[in-house]
């Protein structure tokens, strides 16, 4: 019994996973692009929902703010990296170019938050703290069903987005080739910020899902989950967002289970050894025959 | 000497070794986020040979090259299957085999585990000053051979290197092994100047930070990491000075968010980094050729 609660607490953390984990999928996938902000974007949302909710906001228009401040920033990033990366060179360490213009960002808002709020762990009081049933035995908080729930329809809806409308088969052929989605009349440099829109949603709704469940917040958190999301993004192969659904979901129990029975640190060497191994003989996932550039999504 | 300065020149020594351990493989157009994994090799095996009270206690003229040869064995060993990979994906097979590296140091309780390390033997700045100097020299040498050019071919078209008879595999399998061996070198160094080692010293921001200081530098030259290390060490207490000078308090609390602003600045204004081909020969006054080529 004690097992199938942990595996529904894996679950549930796992879901956080899945949502960081397809917005790194996304820009991997649409712009060959590692986008280290993730991380910044996840926890600026997650600190100033804090922050609202202890100026006295109610924490929905806290939670509001919160998502407004990383959509607003990721589309800054977008601003600085993204259109800094066209091929001026082409040369082997190029594709680099907006990965430290990335790095550079998370050094910015880690910072900028460290300096507004401290590096102190902060309670946030959520308001479902005891809000949770019962099924013979196995304990479900209602929140954290709620975001499992959230993170699934929202992936779903993401991924009917990119096959069935306009704006998902635009997005598809940048993801194919640039190049010729210009020829075809996308117009790149204003469908490219859609990527950064839904990254920033994505984090900044994870952020807040995240604070709400485990009720507590630090200018580090954004570190820990973006890991292991991106371990959960190679397991399910990069650009392959059903992919990143159940390598998410499957990180999370990993990593509950693993605790439950070993402790904490004795987990890193199996799963970073299973990346390293699905990085160099399998890179297109464990799922998956998608493959960078065709047949992704 | 002040015991600022001192401590400031060896943090800018083992910055400059371990930048160079990760310009060799991006000079050959490899990027390796997996600095941290070397850098916890050489450390950790340098202290468990030398070490008098829980090691063997051997002489650091002895364990500082064992430490240095294994950590490059390692990286000659790991070399084949990370560079299988290219692009984001070896950016994260690197990462991967740090924390690998991490992991199971973390869990060896014969190096303390988690409680960390302590060095033995302590040495002042007469050991790191002449190594730097001497990996200094080498990089310098190493890209002006046959070897740093093929090494130089392969960072700027790989396909065509090999068009050209250039080895392709085996440049990048000796730039990913001399990486590591410097790596490990820069480990063991660590150890020696601040008698104690531990693992979460060298997480993932060390790893990036030490790509920054290579790509900000620049991939191009063997200047490139000499001066990033050298941006990146003195920037932040630059900043500082400033913010103790001037009395603004802002200013010291701000430094690491405005090296954030000049990383993403430098990307934009010089996405080369610092010391590119042309800025040498604009620098040295050497005639530049002129033609319609557009040069980078």
């Known amino acids: 019994?004690?097992?199938?609660?942990?595996?529904?607490?894996?679950?549930?953390?796992?879901?956080?996973?899945?949502?960081?984990?397809?917005?790194?999928?996304?820009?991997?996938?649409?712009?060959?692009f590692l986008n280290f902000t993730i991380p910044a974007l996840f926890?600026?949302?997650?600190?100033?929902t804090w922050a609202a909710t202890a100026a006295g906001f109610h924490w929905l228009v806290a939670a509001a703010f919160g998502m407004i401040v990383a959509i607003l920033a990721s589309l800054v990033i977008e601003r600085f990296t993204y259109r800094y990366m066209k091929a001026k060179y082409g040369d082997a360490t190029e594709h680099a170019l907006p990965l430290v213009s990335s790095l550079g960002f998370l050094i910015i808002f880690e910072h900028v938050v460290i300096m507004i709020w401290g590096t102190d762990p902060m309670t946030f009081n959520s308001p479902f703290a005891h809000a949770k049933f019962e099924i013979s035995g196995i304990i479900f908080g209602i929140p954290q069903l709620i975001s499992l729930?959230?993170?699934?329809?929202?992936?779903?809806?993401?991924?009917?987005?990119?096959?069935?409308?306009?704006?998902?088969?635009?997005?598809?052929?940048?993801?194919?080739?640039?190049?010729?989605?210009?020829?075809?009349?996308?117009?790149v440099g204003k469908i490219v910020p859609v990527v950064f829109v839904m990254t920033g949603f994505l984090c900044a709704l994870a952020g807040i899902l995240f604070t709400v469940n485990y009720q507590h917040v630090s200018p580090y958190i954004g570190d820990h989950v973006a890991t292991n999301a991106i371990a959960g993004m190679v397991?399910?192969?990069?650009?392959?967002?059903?992919?990143?659904?159940?390598?998410?979901?499957?990180?999370?129990?990993?990593?509950?289970?693993?605790?439950?029975?070993?402790?904490?640190?004795?987990?890193?060497?199996?799963?970073?050894?299973?990346?390293?191994?699905?990085?160099?003989?399998?890179?297109?996932?464990?799922f998956g025959h998608t493959q960078i550039g065709k047949g992704k999504f | 000497m002040s015991a600022y300065m001192t401590g400031i020149i060896i943090i800018l020594c083992l910055n400059i070794i371990i930048a160079y351990s990760v310009f060799l493989p991006a000079a050959a157009g490899q990027l390796n986020l997996g600095a941290a994994g070397f850098m916890i090799i050489g450390a950790y095996t340098d202290a468990y040979l030398s070490s008098a009270d829980e090691g063997l206690g051997l002489p650091i003229a002895l364990t500082i090259p064992v430490a240095a040869l294994f950590t490059g064995l390692v990286g000659f060993l790991m070399s084949f299957p990370i560079l299988r990979t290219r692009g984001v994906y070896m950016i994260l097979a690197t990462?991967?085999?740090?924390?690998?590296?991490?992991?199971?140091?973390?869990?060896?309780?014969?190096?303390?585990?988690?409680?960390?390390?302590?060095?033995?033997?302590?040495?002042?700045?007469?050991?790191?000053?002449?190594?730097?100097?001497?990996?200094?020299?080498?990089?310098?040498?190493?890209?002006?051979?046959?070897?740093?050019?093929?090494?130089?071919?392969?960072?700027d078209d790989e396909n065509v290197s090999l068009l050209f008879g250039v080895n392709t595999h085996l440049v990048k399998v000796g730039a990913f092994t001399i990486g590591a061996f410097l790596g490990g070198l820069a480990g063991a160094l660590y150890g020696h100047q601040f008698d104690y080692i531990e693992v979460q010293n060298w997480g993932?921001?060390?790893?990036?930070?030490?790509?920054?200081?290579?790509?900000?530098?620049?991939?191009?030259?063997?200047?490139?990491?000499?001066?990033?290390?050298?941006?990146?060490?003195?920037?932040?207490e630059i900043?500082?000075?400033?913010?103790?000078?001037?009395?603004?308090?802002?200013?010291?609390?701000?430094?690491?968010?405005?090296?954030?602003?000049?990383?993403?600045?430098?990307?934009?204004?010089?996405?080369?980094?610092?010391?590119?081909?042309?800025f040498l020969e604009l620098l040295f006054r050497k005639s530049i050729p002129k033609s319609n080529i557009k040069l980078s």
């Open chain 1, 43 to 48: 926890m600026v949302a997650a600190m100033i």
């Open chain 2, 95 to 155: 990462f991967a085999f740090a924390e690998i590296v991490a992991g199971i140091v973390l869990n060896m309780e014969i190096v303390g585990g988690a409680s960390g390390f302590p060095v033995t033997t302590h040495t002042e700045l007469e050991v790191l000053l002449p190594v730097t100097v001497v990996v200094v020299l080498f990089g310098f040498y190493l890209i002006s051979t046959r070897f740093g050019l093929s090494m130089r071919s392969i960072h």
């Open chain 1, 1 to 32: 019994m004690l097992i199938l609660q942990q595996l529904v607490n894996g679950l549930m953390l796992g879901s956080v996973y899945v949502m960081v984990a397809v917005a790194f999928t996304l820009t991997i996938g649409m712009l060959n």
């Open chain 1, 149 to 187: 729930a959230l993170s699934i329809i929202l992936v779903f809806g993401l991924s009917l987005l990119l096959k069935k409308t306009q704006l998902g088969r635009a997005l598809r052929s940048i993801a194919e080739k640039p190049d010729t989605a210009t020829l075809m009349g996308v117009d």
């Open chain 2, 239 to 278: 900043l500082r000075a400033i913010g103790d000078a001037t009395g603004i308090e802002l200013f010291t609390e701000l430094r690491f968010a405005a090296f954030g602003v000049i990383i993403v600045g430098m990307m934009v204004l010089r996405p080369e980094g610092i010391m590119t081909r042309t």
């Open chain 1, 235 to 286: 397991i399910g192969g990069l650009g392959n967002i059903w992919g990143a659904i159940a390598g998410g979901l499957l990180i999370g129990m990993v990593e509950v289970l693993s605790i439950h029975f070993w402790g904490a640190d004795i987990i890193k060497v199996p799963v970073w050894s299973l990346m390293l191994i699905i990085l160099v003989f399998r890179p297109a996932g464990l």
């Open chain 2, 204 to 236: 993932i921001l060390f790893s990036i930070y030490v790509l920054l200081y290579v790509l900000i530098g620049g991939t191009q030259t063997p200047w490139g990491p000499l001066v990033g290390a050298m941006f990146f060490t003195f920037i932040p």
